[in-house]
């Protein structure tokens, strides 16, 4: 596979890769999803969201040890075949393209929701296709303009964020008339308690915190494209507890500490209420131009991330050949105009969306990213099994807290999987995945074929 990863264009810095992350992970799930969080758990989301990121880092540093040892194109989708058999790659690469289109779908619809508040007297339809096709041509320039545009759309996102946090701090500590300073941070448990929801509740909110840290997987894909993956990698996957912590648990510990977490959860996205309480009066259109920056770098990223898996599928021969045209700018703009395409869907979903939705949604890729990250974790773990001592010794970029770390996870996930079975909105989920892992089977069996690759035949199946 050495040849797959040529034929890319290394232009992807530890900067790019470390926003393509978080653009990839911060988007609807955190600034629309946390309040159906909030309001399954109370205050107790927030341990939900440190357990669910623990998990994350586990996963993300075993894709990590993979990777920076066999920095490939297709990434888990090709360690899947080497360790566990060309259909456990073919399942978890088409398994992931299907979790980065399902959520595309969402936040392009989003996006022509969020740009009605401006132009209500546009039809939806305009607004979806035009950033369908605006997304698709920054994915066809050079990997390093992406990247550039990846950067600068993370940035607003981050930068907003920690605006909040600080303000939010602000008006904890000095009131400004917003805020009993006396109560202090009591409103974390003074409703109902921490588990104010008890411990149904606090299960059931793990369907909705996986989904937010979907998409983090990325880093692996753009290992292909990185100009040093061996130190670029493991930078960006180190700073993932930083992320959790900082974008996701503080964030809401302090919208939490400030409003009453009951009328957080009814009132929509948790984030409107910051901006009101620091008294800027166009709350709704500076929260507006966050949301439409954060739905962009989604969907940038994940066109992204799912077209590079269908490049890497296509040099295994376990996804049609013409996916691995390459442009001249080192781009497989194939896989790209095929993203674009199936995102036209998107127009159609503006006529055909329920109440529930985004529940929904969010269950179907939270069943589609748990399967990949089981996956992952799966190669990682047959792969040390086949290591020497020596071959164990020689990783540059090691996991920590083998092997119980992993078993742990491997047990959480599943769990996470029984989660969906317990809501009427979240256990469609487990029946489209099922159908789908199904036809994946039978799509394997009919048009791949079985034989094992060279690579794949060799008895150093390992990832070094």
Excluded at 88 to 96: K, Q
Excluded at 189 to 204: K, M, N, R, V
Excluded at 424 to 453: C, K, Q, S
Aim: charged share 10%; net charge neutral.
């Amino acid at each position: 596979m050495k040849d797959t990863a040529a034929a890319l264009t290394r232009g992807l810095t530890t900067r790019h890769i470390r926003f393509i992350a978080l653009g990839s992970a911060i988007g609807t799930g955190l600034f629309y999803g946390s309040a159906e969080a909030i309001n399954r758990a109370g205050p107790s989301v927030l341990l939900a969201y440190l357990i669910g990121g623990a998990a994350v880092y586990i996963v993300l540093r075993a894709l990590g040890e993979m990777t920076v040892s066999n920095p490939v194109a297709g990434s888990f989708g090709e360690y899947a075949s080497r360790h566990l058999g060309p259909r456990a790659g073919f399942m978890t690469g088409w398994t992931y393209t299907f979790e980065m289109i399902v959520v595309c779908l969402a936040d392009v619809t989003a996006f022509g929701v969020y740009m009605g508040f401006w132009f209500p007297d546009v039809p939806r339809w305009i607004w979806v296709l035009s950033i369908v096709f605006f997304i698709g041509a920054i994915n066809l320039l050079n990997v390093k303009v992406f990247g550039e545009v990846e950067f600068w759309l993370s940035l607003v996102k981050v930068v907003a964020i920690i605006a909040m946090i600080v303000g939010g701090a602000a008006i904890l500590i000095f009131g400004f008339g917003l805020h009993d300073t006396s109560t202090g941070v009591s409103n974390l448990w003074s409703d109902g308690g921490f588990f104010a929801t008890g411990l149904g509740g606090f299960i059931s909110c793990f369907a909705i915190v996986m989904f937010a840290f979907g998409g983090t997987e990325i880093i692996g894909i753009t290992a292909a494209e990185a100009q040093d993956p061996e130190r670029t990698i493991p930078r960006a996957i180190n700073t993932v507890p930083v992320r959790i912590i900082l974008f996701y648990v503080l964030t809401l510990a302090v919208i939490m500490a400030i409003n009453p977490w009951q009328s957080i959860g009814s009132e929509g996205s948790p984030f409107v209420q910051i901006f009101q309480g620091l008294g800027i009066g166009p709350a709704a259109a500076v929260l507006n131009v966050v949301v439409i920056t954060a739905a962009l770098s989604a969907i940038n990223s994940d066109v992204f991330g799912a077209g590079r898996m269908m490049f890497g599928m296509a040099q295994r021969g376990q996804a049609p050949a013409a996916m691995k045209q390459v442009s001249r700018n080192g781009v497989p703009w194939m896989t790209v105009l095929i993203m674009t395409v199936t995102l036209l869907i998107g127009v159609l979903l503006n006529y055909l969306i329920p109440d529930r939705v985004f529940l929904v949604i969010a269950s179907i890729a939270t069943f589609a990213t748990v399967f990949v990250w089981l996956m992952i974790l799966a190669s990682h773990y047959r792969s040390r099994q086949r290591m020497d001592p020596a071959e164990v010794a020689a990783l540059k970029f090691p996991v920590p807290f083998w092997p119980y770390g992993q078993l742990i996870v491997i047990g959480f996930l599943v769990f996470v999987m029984a989660v969906l079975a317990f809501d009427a909105d979240t256990r469609v989920a487990l029946i489209v995945g099922a159908v789908w892992l199904v036809l994946l089977a039978l799509a394997f069996r009919r048009w791949v074929r079985p034989e094992l690759t060279p690579t794949e035949s060799v008895p150093a199946d390992r990832t070094s």
